[in-house]
């Protein structure tokens, strides 16, 4: 069987970026990455996709053009993990051993989930920005709509970059507003939630935006079923106070954010939470039970913003760990909870969300630079011009700007 000092399952945002922190702290170990897919996507610019102002092609690269040198690609799908023996098992029953695992295969979209959705999807005016070959549609229709009813959709929590669904919304609608239509289109926010968003900062810049674009919050509404053919969408209505009930709403368009899981394979697994999440201690980020498990990114159930950014900073974090752990030393560094979400609220100008545990503010920048809590176009730059490259040539190279993690605190750890 083969065998690595380290072996990452996934090759995506947080996978890549702990190979290149780990080897550039240690360039003698022995990594491997187990990821079957070809493409690796870069899925905070999908937003921007879907809104016209980026290219589907910028959002994507091969994945051999990503893996670091010196790291070994196995092109396979991990079905299953051995813990006890110190091994995964790939689809064809291969078996791959480690001295130290890292678990970062993201998280599960569950189309299926809603009755009827996965065959209208892309066609009859139903879209996601939450998949490469949507996104593009998604700016089609709001180009091609003049009047009508527009629909936004967000799931149950947790779900990746919880702000995607109504910055889908906000830039249709400054979009259908520099059109002159927005008049003739009754905007519509459906969400299974209670609240705009999750930390409350943020939200009188989102309101007044709602207010621009003259659009209806819908809480407590969780899409179930779509009939595409129809133009209709079904939603179980849950209030906390009455009884549950379902309304069927017409349609001319809707963006659907898909309910979010934890990958089968992940949650069937030893390393998994009730809920199906890797079980992670969320300063260490090592797992619960294995002390040789490590996990980021979306996969795992610490309760920080499922986000790129969240990755950027949880990399170098378990890449720390990890290395402290080979020198036989206690872990070093924490996370703090760290993920930010650039909420496009019109082309040009975002309202820039960044917080760690308990939604406690962790602005990058000094206010007089850079408010996250108003709309900016500063902000507008950062994800336009500044992220991407700081993705692609900063994150998943290894160099740690602006992802520094926090010294552990005696006794925090575990
Ligand atoms: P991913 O990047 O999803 O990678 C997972 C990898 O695991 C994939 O390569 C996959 O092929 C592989 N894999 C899956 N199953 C297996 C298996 N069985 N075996 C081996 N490999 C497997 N984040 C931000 O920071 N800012 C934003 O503005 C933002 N906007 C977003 C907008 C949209 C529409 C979407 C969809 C996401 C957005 N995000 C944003 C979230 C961000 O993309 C994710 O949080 C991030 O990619 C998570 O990284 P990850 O490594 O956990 O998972």
């Known amino acids: 069987d083969a065998k690595f000092d380290v072996v990452i399952v996934g090759g995506g945002a947080g996978g890549i970026a702990t190979a290149a922190s780990l080897l550039r702290r240690k360039s003698d170990l022995s990594v491997a990455i187990i990821d079957p897919a070809d493409v690796h996507y870069y899925q905070p610019g999908w937003t921007l996709v879907g809104a016209g102002v980026f290219e589907p092609d910028e959002t994507a690269r091969t994945m051999a053009s990503l893996i670091p040198a010196g790291v070994k690609w196995i092109k396979a799908a991990v079905a299953a993990f051995e813990p006890k023996n110190d091994a995964v098992i790939l689809d064809g029953c291969q078996v791959v051993k480690y001295d130290r695992l890292v678990v970062a295969p993201g998280l599960k979209l569950d189309w299926d989930a809603v009755e009827g959705l996965p065959e209208t999807l892309g066609r009859n005016g139903v879209t996601s920005n939450y998949r ?106 849950a209030r906390p106070d009455t009884e549950p009930a379902e309304v069927t709403v017409d349609f001319d368009m809707i963006h659907v954010c898909p309910p979010q899981v934890a990958p089968d394979f992940i949650r069937v697994s030893p390393l998994a939470d ?18 040789n498990i490590w996990s980021l990114g979306d996969v795992m159930n610490a309760p920080n913003a499922k986000t790129a950014a969240a990755a950027r900073k949880q990399a170098p974090t378990v890449a720390d760990n990890i290395v402290a752990d080979i020198e036989g030393r206690s872990p070093v560094a924490a996370y703090d909870g760290y993920g930010s979400c650039p909420l496009t609220v019109e082309r040009g100008k975002i ?19 850079l408010d996250g809590t108003k709309p900016s176009r500063a902000a507008w730059f950062l994800k336009e011009r500044m992220l991407p490259p700081i993705y692609w040539k900063a994150m998943l190279k290894g160099r740690e700007w602006l992802a520094q993690p926090e010294p552990i605190k005696v006794g925090a750890a575990e």
């Open 351 to 369: 309202v820039l969300a960044e917080f760690g545990y308990g939604g406690v503010l962790k602005p990058s920048f000094p206010k007089i630079l």
């Open 132 to 237: 490469f070959d949507l996104a593009p549609y998604t700016w089609q229709l709001v180009r091609e709509m003049r009047a009508g009813r527009a629909l936004f959709t967000q799931p149950p929590m947790p779900i990746k970059c919880a702000g995607a669904p109504q910055k889908a919304m906000y830039l249709s609608g400054d979009a259908w507003h520099r059109r002159g239509v927005l008049k003739n289109i009754d905007i519509q926010f459906m969400n299974a939630g209670g609240v705009l968003f999750g930390v409350k900062e943020y939200v009188p810049a989102l309101m007044k935006y709602v207010e621009k674009y003259d659009a209806t919050l819908n809480f407590f509404h969780n899409l179930v079923a779509i009939d595409g053919a129809a133009k209709k969408a079904t939603f179980k209505v």
């Open 274 to 291: 009730a809920a199906g999440w890797v079980d992670v201690d969320q300063a260490t980020l090592r797992h619960k039970t294995y002390e």
